[in-house]
């Protein structure tokens, strides 16, 4: 059936129903049933996305046929994290408000979104699957009317909706990992038995153990932590986790949930390396983590971007921002850098220094001392935050500019 086909077929059911939901707001419904931690049968949902459908005709049950098409098709974009919203669903670049007129593409989605939400038992939920859902639920509800979105985006607003809108899939990414995936983080998971006999044979009582183990590695910062992390390691490669299976799954690694532990353990690992001054061993072992998943969702890319910058491998650092064209704070910094290392205190350099003003108005003071953070920093952040701030900080981001002779002086400069 084609997508024409599919679209026509649900807005005649739309019109047969009560609630009468315009297409926008049934494609973001469908794409929010794919974050929830459980599978809600269409009897559940379609009640609550319709209200009642008044079929008169046989003929109409095709109405119902492509819905369910499209209800597939949103959840093979979940497992396959093709997360974007559609192509009508834009951002005016002149001017944000005039995408979120009522009716308009962009908030119908949004509220679609949130209304699939609706359908998490929060109380259910641990700290961190709470954070990542208020997290995608403030970035969704910004979208939704001009006034939520004014409060919301604050001094730069037309700037912070951009980033909000270019940031979605990754809110999106870590909801749907959190609520549905991350009970996977332990190995040991009773739920994951089947993975435990592909590698390891043990008695219940020495996997409980071995569980423990990887809680408090993966908790850890210091150096300490590395020996149990590469017994850990040395298990899983032991087991499936082979150089051959490495060599058949290179690509979309994060894919495969049982691979997630791995790859948590190794980013770990890069990060204890890096924090302790080993920049070069965390570069290498970050690089091969991108090799293994090239869409990075554990945002491996941000440690090494300033890995790159210590270590002056400033073409390897353009080649990630090339693969990575996004406007990230991460991405403005370290474009930042590498202009003014190039060309000093010029043009290229002062517009990147310029870009970072408008996406923060905090880097630059919290970079030269100017502000302070936090010493307990919330599991979450907003565009333009202090927070965001301290994100980049815990990546290595003030060593990277002290790497940089003269550039702190450079950005507190006027």
């Known amino acids: 059936m084609s ?32 974050v929830l931690p459980q599978l809600l049968p269409p009897s559940e949902w379609q009640p609550d996305l319709f209200g009642d459908i008044n079929l008169q005709k046989e003929s109409e049950i095709k109405y119902l046929e492509s819905l369910m098409a499209l209800y597939n098709q949103s959840m093979d974009k979940v497992i396959q994290n093709e997360l974007k ?135 850890d910062t210091e150096l300490k932590a590395l020996e149990p992390m590469q017994m850990l390691l040395k298990i899983m490669e032991s087991g499936l986790i082979t150089k051959q299976f490495i060599k058949d799954n290179t690509g979309y690694f994060w894919g495969l949930h049982e691979t997630r532990p791995y790859m948590m353990l190794r980013a ?58 996004s406007q990230e704070l991460h991405a403005t910094a370290s474009r930042a850098l590498s202009a003014f290392v190039k060309h000093g205190d010029s043009k290229p350099a002062n517009d990147y220094k310029k870009m970072l003003q408008q996406q923060s108005k905090h880097f630059s003071k919290i970079l030269t001392g100017q502000e302070k953070l936090k010493e307990q920093q919330p599991p979450y952040f907003s565009p333009g935050s202090k927070e965001e701030v301290g994100v980049y900080l815990d990546s290595l981001g003030k060593q990277a500019w002290i790497s940089v002779p003269a550039s702190l002086f450079w950005l507190r400069k006027k």
């Open 85 to 219: 919203m559609p192509a009508k669903c834009s951002l005016s670049k002149q001017d944000y408000r005039d995408s979120l007129k009522p009716n308009m593409p962009l908030p119908s989605y949004c509220k679609g979104v949130l209304q699939a939400l609706k359908n998490i038992n929060k109380r259910m939920l641990n700290t961190e699957q709470k954070r990542s859902i208020n997290s995608f639920t403030t970035v969704l509800k910004a979208f939704t009317s001009p006034k939520i979105a004014a409060k919301e985006f604050g001094e730069f607003a037309q700037y912070n909706a951009q980033e909000y809108k270019r940031n979605y899939v990754y809110f999106m990414a870590d909801a749907i990992f959190e609520l549905r995936f991350s009970n996977e983080r332990a190995v040991f998971d009773e739920n994951e038995a089947e993975f435990n006999n592909h590698f390891l044979d043990e008695e219940p009582d020495e996997l409980d153990e071995l569980d423990e183990l990887l809680e408090l590695v993966l908790a």
């Open 268 to 325: 770990h690992r890069a990060k204890i390396n890096a924090l302790h001054g080993y920049t070069q061993k965390a570069q290498s072992e970050l690089e091969d983590l991108l090799k293994l998943n090239p869409n990075d969702n554990q945002a491996n890319r941000f440690l090494l971007m300033n890995c790159l910058i210590i270590n002056k491998q400033w073409d390897k650092l353009d080649a990630l921002l090339a693969d990575f064209d």
């Open 3 to 34: 997508p024409t086909k599919i679209r026509n077929n649900v807005i005649k059911l739309s019109e047969l129903s009560t609630k009468q939901p315009n297409y926008y707001f049934i494609q973001g419904y469908l794409m929010g049933l794919g």
